[in-house]
């Protein structure tokens, strides 16, 4: 299960942008998740609501993923076609000359956050 992992690498990654830009907390994580990563969307989801009750930065925050569709290239015939339903082969000329060209990406695409009210103190507002 390599979604731990990832939810390791997200959760640093939130706290190495909340140090840099004097984040309090963070609401919401939306992550791009490719239609053929390997990513077990459950998993990283358990995995998510796991890590997410043991940060303070992270307690309680949301997880959102857009799904970006996998498509290959066929160099034969220079169409491209949804990987998901096709594989390797080119249903345009029957070609395995082909490559991907979208899918297989993992990132963050947007962080809501909580600033501090004062960057020099550190101290949230208060109101």
């Known amino acids: 299960m390599h979604e731990l992992g990832i939810v390791e690498h997200v959760i640093r990654t939130l706290h190495d942008v909340a140090e ?9 994580v ?7 990563s390997g990513v077990v969307m459950d998993l990283l989801t358990d995995c998510w609501n796991w890590f997410r009750e043991k940060d303070d930065l992270v307690k309680g925050a949301e997880l959102l993923t857009e799904t970006i569709e996998a ?23 029957g070609s395995k000359e082909t490559y ?22 550190g101290e949230p507002e208060t109101e």
């Open 20 to 28: 840099e830009n004097n984040v309090r907390r963070i609401g919401s």
């Open 30 to 36: 939306t992550l791009e998740v490719g239609e053929v």
């Open 71 to 93: 498509v290959t290239v066929c160099t034969a015939c220079d169409k491209t076609y949804r990987t998901v339903d096709h594989g390797k082969t080119c249903p345009h000329c």
């Open 100 to 121: 991907l060209l979208r899918g297989n990406e993992f990132s963050i695409k947007q962080i809501e956050a909580e600033l501090f009210d004062d960057p020099e103190d």
